[in-house]
């Protein structure tokens, strides 16, 4: 056996194979393969594991504010989707989703239709991710009225609930007080009513005030942490 390993062995020092003439060639090889393997990595956790967004403006002030960095938990929504299912956020969470299409927004308003979002994914449209709070699911009411937000459990329901107080650890942290709008309306089957903490005025533009209510189809995700700044670092 000894002796038949011997030949085996100076045959392929006489016949070295090609990365063995070519060694740089199998370095570079080797580097070649570690790369595309962080680069898949990369992409699968991104798109089905977590996702970073920057926070853009003060609409979730005093909660997030401009240039926080977010990270969203991206594992949620495809695990549900691979159940079968839609994900559904818990009320209260912060949760990015999806901007509307700006070309259908205006098929669906000149048709007549009050919600224009749809869960066809937009292309090149400006501020594509939206950051809001859930406020309301499908079936119940949402009224806005005299600086208050109620949540009623259904269309004939005459004792509504206001979230925020739970919502707002402090006056700096959670839903501002007042909140802005003349709004009565029940929640469409399959969707969600959202809103900025930063609802005084133009601040927000959100479920009250023009953005409609978002399918769940559209949501990429719950905000689980903010990252930066590093000494504001929390989770939710």
């Not at 205006?106 to 991710?129: F, H, I, L, R, S």
């Not at 929640?187 to 930063?198: I, K, M």
Request: with cysteine; proline share 5%; net charge negative.
């Amino acid at each position: 056996m000894k002796l038949k390993n011997d030949i085996i062995a100076v045959m392929e020092a006489m016949n070295p194979s090609f990365f063995q003439k070519h060694p740089l060639f199998k370095d570079l090889l080797s580097l070649a393969g570690f790369i595309a393997a962080i680069i898949l990595g990369t992409v699968f956790l991104n798109t089905f594991i977590y996702r970073s967004y920057n926070v853009v403006g003060g609409s979730m002030e005093n909660t997030l504010h401009g240039e926080d960095r977010v990270i969203v938990n991206r594992a949620a929504v495809s695990w549900a989707h691979f159940m079968g299912e839609e994900y559904v956020p818990e009320r209260g969470q912060i949760i990015v989703f999806l901007n509307e299409d700006e070309k259908k927004a205006e098929e669906y308003k000149a048709a007549g239709v009050a919600n224009p979002m749809t869960c066809t994914v937009p292309d090149n449209v400006n501020d594509q991710y939206i950051i809001k709070r859930v406020i309301a699911f499908p079936g119940e009411r949402v009224q806005v009225k005299n600086g208050e937000m109620k949540i009623y459990p259904n269309a004939d329901s005459t004792e509504g609930i206001i979230y925020d107080a739970e919502w707002r650890k402090s006056e700096t942290d959670g839903p501002k007080e007042y909140t802005s709008g003349e709004v009565d309306m029940v929640v469409p089957e399959g969707e969600l009513f959202v809103s900025g903490d930063n609802r005084e005025g133009s601040n927000s533009w959100d479920s009250r005030n023009g953005l409609g209510t978002i399918p769940y189809c559209r949501i990429i995700g719950p905000v689980v942490m903010r990252l930066f700044p590093l000494d504001k670092i929390r989770t939710f």
